[in-house]
């Protein structure tokens, strides 16, 4: 049995750990990144959703863009990114993407969205040709797709994940206990089935779980047997955040030796590649997991 090494609730409140903390971003390529999303009006899910390496990541010269728009369709209780009704979605959008991945030269490009639940296909049409347009300006660029809960609708989960994408990847985001909480309108079986589909598809899948929301380790190991179960290559594990007061907040921080207890039973479990670390998020170091 791990034990748990964890600062406390009090102390939680108080300040963050010296290992949660970051550098402001800067530099060049920091800006070069930011002139050409502001340029080609593009949505990133790393300002929409506050991510924590967004710094490092675009002085990398890399972005994770976000498709669809930037108002969700779904209430997460963790989640930054707004939520609403969506307006109309630009069909325009999938060339501005792959237009703005070409000018920045990646080598490895992440895709998300929003969930739009309001649409027929849940926006696989748009997914597709936003693949299929940035593999034809990029035809050396590999693509992650980080795709949403598609309700069970598997002719749109088909449609998304056929464009040539090589890893396809959709959040399981926590443990099953805590779903109703964190994700009401998901189900913890329905995105293991949605994994399953897709590897059964034969594309590289992969999933990530955010900890420190009041996650037991046993559960923690459960989620992993599942995921091994369902056919998940790749598992990313970091620390929540609270984007907001009006989030969910955090239960504990969880220690960077945790982490790395995690890494090793994730692989253990039969997962190929464990992603393990307080600022560890989904596209994190994603050029990693092309070829596991």
Request: aromatic letters at 6%; hydrophobic letters at 35%; one cysteine or more.
């Amino acid at each position: 049995m791990i034990e748990l090494p964890v600062i406390s609730e009090e102390a939680s409140k108080r300040k963050k750990p010296d290992w949660l903390r970051v550098k402001l971003p800067v530099g060049k390529e920091y800006a070069s990144v930011r002139k050409l999303v502001d340029q080609y009006k593009l949505h990133t899910i790393c300002e929409s959703g506050n991510c924590p390496n967004m710094g490092e990541c675009w002085g990398a010269g890399t972005a994770t863009f976000m498709i669809l728009g930037n108002v969700c369709t779904r209430s997460c209780s963790f989640c930054a990114v707004a939520t609403g009704r969506p307006p109309e979605y630009d069909e325009d959008e999938p060339r501005r993407v792959a237009e703005a991945i070409k000018l920045m030269g990646v080598k490895h490009a992440v895709l998300t969205s929003v969930n739009r639940d309001e649409l027929k296909d849940r926006g696989a049409e748009i997914w597709y040709q936003t693949v299929v347009e940035t593999k034809k300006l990029s035809p050396e660029t590999t693509i992650e797709t980080l795709i949403p809960d598609v309700k069970s609708n598997w002719d749109a989960l088909y449609r998304m994940i056929s464009a040539g994408q090589e890893v396809v990847s959709h959040n399981m985001e926590t443990v099953e206990r805590l779903y109703r909480r964190v994700r009401p309108q998901a189900k913890y079986q329905r995105s293991l089935d949605q994994i399953k589909l897709t590897k059964e598809y034969g594309k590289r899948t992969k999933t990530g779980i955010m900890l420190g929301l009041g996650e037991t380790p046993d559960e923690v190991h459960k989620a992993m047997d599942d995921l091994a179960a369902h056919g998940c290559d790749i598992l990313t594990l970091g620390q929540y955040l609270q984007p907001t007061k009006m989030h969910i907040e955090v239960a504990e921080f969880i220690h960077p030796d945790l982490f790395d207890a995690y890494r090793e039973e994730g692989l253990k479990r039969g997962l190929k590649y464990v992603e393990s670390g307080p600022l560890v998020r989904s596209s994190y170091h994603a050029e990693r997991h092309v070829n596991v």
